[in-house]
């Protein structure tokens, strides 16, 4: 599977960014999808994950109720609408594939990262 992020960019607090991640090669493999996050000097944190059948969802706690999560099964794309945005949502957003149902927030249990997108809040 090969997983292409984009729809990053510049916003300011309180702002709004969508991103999304289409998936492209063995599509048919995809159990569930999640959005990471990394900050500069910081390692690689969970946000979002989605069963890409059944639409579970899962958020980390700082960005539940801002972030929605959600798939476009037919052009095999993720995506994650982040609203009220915070400088601390600053960071290169990366999505990843777990082929099946394991701890969905664990980053070692996803593979195919993309390139990321970075998304900058200004204060």
């Known amino acids: 599977v090969q997983l292409q992020a984009s729809g990053g960019g510049l916003v300011q607090a309180g702002g709004s960014l969508r991103l999304s991640c289409a998936a492209s090669?063995?599509?048919?493999?995809?159990?569930?999808m999640g959005w990471f996050r990394q900050a500069p000097g910081k390692e690689r944190e969970f946000v979002a994950a989605i069963n890409w059948s059944g639409g579970v969802t899962y958020y980390s706690d700082s960005v539940k109720g801002r972030f929605t999560i959600s798939t476009h099964n037919a052009k095999n794309t993720v995506y994650l609408q982040m609203n009220s945005l915070k400088p601390e949502d600053t960071g290169v957003y990366y999505c990843g594939h777990s082929p099946g149902n394991f701890q969905p927030t664990a980053v070692r249990r996803y593979g195919s990262w993309g390139q990321g997108t970075l998304v900058t809040v200004s204060s």
């Open positions: 090669g063995r599509t048919f493999s995809l159990y569930r």
